[in-house]
């Protein structure tokens, strides 16, 4: 594809993409206003991060690209094939062998290493969003650090369930100053956001805001003295792979009420097969 | 009483374009006082109490409020952060209109821990403790802590927006027509109730009102506003009972008698 510039973003979008990831990296959880440019696919389908990673890819990079998990799904085999012909990367499913991770949904269950960048879709980035709906109100309660709103929220989860009943988005303050939303991750991703040695690129292309958790930033879920932030269990293991500590997914399998539980991370669930079946 | 006042107010004036809000207009409340703005609609009563709170920006004058810690500063001049701070620390506001000043969204418990929660108490079973005993204080039923607003009466909202602005312990409260849309007798058990806050805590009142019944039973003081204008000012027996200005007469002459 010569007709396209090397990613699909002329130079100039790029550059002024990259200003922002730079000051969200130095402001670590703060959102940063951006340009974002109309792309090849529709608003909820990724715009955001197609942007962040189109800006920080370069031609030795090589490419994963998840969509709640899992690497063959529309909107992952999408962006990636985007990619391919855009930029001419390399591709792949190992989380390993990933330099730029894009991701929808989940944060992958091998651990991230030094170097590797992950970037997020994120639709809503205002944490405040649904509790205060004015932008220039939220943004005077970002700027006056005013979050006790979020723990109002959290007081009436645990008023009517017992419990704090968000699982998903689940509010964190990032390196103990910003309000923070995670994007759709579930709440069981959030303790990897905790010093984890990628940097972790967020970009909303609709509501046009980035942002960033640098690597080793410290990254803490609200919650009460009395009622500690606790992620999701399960039952049984993966009916696949076995794993016990992963993100599980529930299938239904028939019409007759079967279901089984599969990790979500299809790569991570692959992998660990592959290893069951070599050591038979 | 102390000898210097907890707001001193001096020249406050505010238009509206061409028009006067509120013009030269001056008094103190002294700690534990209650004060009450009276007059008619559009005499500026509200205008006084928005730029207090800083809802709007003042034109001219200072209101000079000395602090918990004695630090005396114009809140008409504030920084934002600290103005903020102050409305929700030592400062309470009780709107007309309960919605106004309510989270109708969540249960009456959050209403009244928000402002905990927004000075950092993180613990659960304490913000619902302190909850309890603010629900105990204006007279609501403890199983109602975790109902919504939306099915309260007008009366119990009223309450309910007490209860969340004295959670703190303010020093200072604004109230605007606190009783404006409940019915007499409602009203009249509102009133009993704020009597003896006002009495237990040691509060300092700023309160407006258009019913001279209800600034007779509460305010120790009152002004009479007309056009803007402070035209009398003084007890309150006093005032309502021998007015020299000629619109207070009128005021005073104009409430029916049973």
């Known amino acids: 594809m010569t007709h396209y510039n090397f990613a699909y973003l002329d130079e100039q979008t790029k550059r002024m993409i990259r200003r922002a990831i730079l000051k969200a990296v130095a402001i670590p959880g703060y959102q940063v206003p951006f340009g974002s440019r109309e792309m090849p696919l529709s608003y909820g389908w990724g715009t955001g991060g197609v942007q962040v990673t189109a800006s920080v890819i370069g031609p030795d990079d090589v490419l994963k690209v998840i969509d709640q998990g899992a690497d063959d799904t529309t909107n992952a085999v999408s962006i990636r094939k985007f990619f391919e012909r855009t930029a001419g990367v ?37 944490p405040l969003r649904w509790l205060e709906p004015r932008e220039a109100e939220t943004r005077k309660m970002h700027a006056l650090e005013e979050y006790g709103v979020m723990h109002v929220r959290l007081y009436e989860d645990i008023t009517r369930h017992g419990k704090v009943a968000q699982t998903y988005e689940y509010p964190v303050v990032v390196n103990e100053r910003y309000l923070m939303r995670p994007s759709p991750i579930p709440k069981f991703d959030n303790p990897k956001l905790d010093r984890n040695p990628a940097l972790l690129l967020f970009g909303a292309g609709r509501e046009k805001r980035i942002y960033a958790v640098p690597p080793y930033t410290r990254v803490r879920s609200l919650d009460f003295e009395d009622h500690p932030f606790e992620v999701e269990r399960w039952r049984q293991p993966c009916a696949l792979c076995g794993a016990t500590e992963t993100f599980l997914d529930e299938i239904v399998v028939d019409d007759k009420g079967g279901r089984m539980f599969v990790c979500s991370d299809t790569d991570f669930c692959r992998e660990r097969q592959r290893r069951n079946d070599a050591a038979q | 009483m102390t000898e210097s006042p907890l707001l001193g107010v001096r020249g406050l004036t505010k238009f509206y374009g061409a028009r006067v809000g509120c013009l030269d207009v001056g008094f103190n409340v002294w700690p534990g006082e209650v004060l009450g703005l009276v007059g008619e609609s559009g005499s500026g009563k509200t205008t006084i109490l928005n730029c207090l709170s800083g809802r709007i920006a003042a034109g001219a004058g200072n209101a000079e409020y000395r602090a918990r810690d004695g630090a005396v500063a114009d809140v008409l001049r504030l ?62 039923a403890r199983d109602r802590i975790d109902d919504l607003p939306e099915t309260f009466s007008g009366g119990m909202l009223q309450r309910l927006q007490i209860a969340r602005n004295l959670v703190t312990r303010p020093r200072l409260v604004l109230m605007d027509e606190p009783t404006g849309s409940l019915d007499v007798s409602v009203q009249a058990r509102l009133l009993d109730l704020l009597r003896s806050l006002v009495a237990e805590l040691d509060l300092s009142v700023i309160i407006v009102t258009h019913d001279l019944a209800v600034a007779r039973l509460l305010a120790h003081r009152l002004v009479v506003m007309k056009g803007g204008e402070a035209v009398e000012t003084g007890l309150t027996d006093q005032v309502l009972d021998d007015p020299q200005h000629p619109y207070t007469q009128l005021l005073v002459s104009s409430v029916l008698r049973s």
């Open chain 1, 90 to 126: 390399r591709t792949t499913t190992h989380t390993r062998d990933a330099t730029v991770i894009q991701t929808r949904h989940r944060i992958p269950e091998t651990p991230l290493a030094p170097g590797q960048i992950l970037v997020l879709q994120v639709p809503i980035p205002e």
């Open chain 2, 79 to 140: 920084a934002e952060p600290v103005r903020r701070r102050l409305l929700r620390t030592e400062w309470g506001v009780v709107h007309q209109n309960p919605r106004d000043g309510l989270r109708m969204g969540v249960s009456a418990g959050a209403n009244v821990g928000e402002r905990l929660m927004d000075l950092g108490a993180r613990n659960y079973a304490m913000i619902r403790g302190r909850a309890l005993q603010w629900l105990d204080h204006v007279e609501m």
